[in-house]
């Protein structure tokens, strides 16, 4: 059974960073493409960056440049390094992941699995 579990979510000011991790559990990273998705509220969930080991790594445009999506060696969790952080950016984030790969920004539609999210706060 595959389990995403993130964490790292918070209150910054603007400027600030913030290191979101995503946890994975019966799943083989390395061989499928995870996702971090955004959702702020009244708004629809957006994704935010993905990543496949064959594939890269992609971003939204409104957050190339300030964040990095990486995993680690132990190819058991995934990472969204966040910074210059903005309001803007205030969200549930979500990691999710799905079993095949991708060459693209891909939609919420693609990806099976979904952690419960962690929030991100970002004051002005």
């Known amino acids: 059974q595959v389990q995403l579990v993130e964490s790292g979510g918070g209150s910054v000011q603007a400027g600030g960073s913030l290191r979101l991790s995503c946890a994975a559990s019966g799943y083989t990273i390395s061989w499928n493409c995870m996702a971090w998705f955004r959702q702020a509220p009244g708004k629809e969930r957006e994704v935010v960056a993905n990543?496949?080991?064959?594939?890269?790594?992609y971003y939204a445009d409104s957050v190339k440049g300030r964040f990095t999506i990486s995993q680690d060696n132990t190819k058991t969790t995934v990472y969204l390094q966040m910074n210059s952080l903005k309001p803007e950016d205030t969200a549930m984030y979500y990691c999710?992941?799905?079993?095949?790969?991708?060459?693209?920004?891909?939609?919420?539609?693609?990806?099976?699995?979904w952690g419960q999210g962690t929030q991100v706060t970002v004051s002005s």
């Open positions: 999710a992941a799905t079993n095949g790969g991708c060459y693209a920004l891909m939609s919420a539609g693609y990806f099976d699995y």
């Open positions: 990543i496949y080991g064959p594939g890269g790594t």
